[in-house]
């Protein structure tokens, strides 16, 4: 289960008063022993002039221990490519003032970054209420300064490779995934959106084997609607997980998913290995199985 207190939910306003008792954006930040590294890196960037001049902007602040998430060695190499650590930050910022209510209380709102990524937010009102900016939770919101707003969110934003057929190809494990999807006719649909792919990686078709992978191979339709049952509608990341069961693009049975307290996702009794693979057009997680949808589970195991 997914806890996000958003004060502003409950009609609580933070930090309002007046412009000029505030700091700009910069100033504001350093306020703030928790986004310490944040305030670094904008320097280090050169976009401090910006940013404290510019504006009015909204910027997605990730803290110190979202950046720690990245490791050293991608640090110090961010540190040591400007014009790249700018791009990242920049993913970061929007122009104009967007308040949590009622600016981004919006599931599928896509927001211009100043690096010209979309930012995707998603509201998820089934699992706590989590908000969530290309996945990213939104842990402290509506900070305010003289030329914006600031909301801390927990991760650092990395802009998406491409749709959900290019972020697949980009991994490098899913090449039995993308072929079947040719051979199912649904590689068109897997570049529409905004979707959601439950991703069967080449090690979860061999578990399959290969006599039944060859024989879904040489039956599309069949092929077409296993497929599908890993396609749910709307960008669902984890965060927006909750404990219950969910249409997919197979009409005829629903996914099973369980949150765990601490974060696991399960589906159809398969843990998600890596999660929330941003795509263009939604949202990609890992599997290591095939899942089969349990009103075509006897006519697969009599390929």
Known sequence: MNYLFIFPLLGLALGQGSPTSMGNLVETLKTSTLQSTLVDLIDAAGLTEVLSQGGPFTIFAPDNHAFSLLGNTTLNSLKADTAKLADILKYHVVSGLYHVKPDLLVNELMLDSLKGDKLRVNYYYAAQHALTVEGARITYPDKMASNGIIHRIEKVLLPPVGNIVEVLSADGSFGTLLAAAKAAGLVEALGDGPITLMAPTDDAFNRLGNDTVAKLLQNPTLLANVLKYHIVHGTLYSRGMHTG??????????????????????????????????????VVHKLDYVLIPSSLATQIKNL
């Not at 998913?257 to 399960?266: A, P, R």
């Open 245 to 282: 069961t969910f249409h997919t693009l197979e009409e005829a049975d629903r996914l099973r998913i369980y949150e765990s307290f601490f974060g696991t996702v399960v589906v159809d009794g398969h843990r998600v290995t890596k999660p929330d693979m941003s795509a263009t057009n939604g």
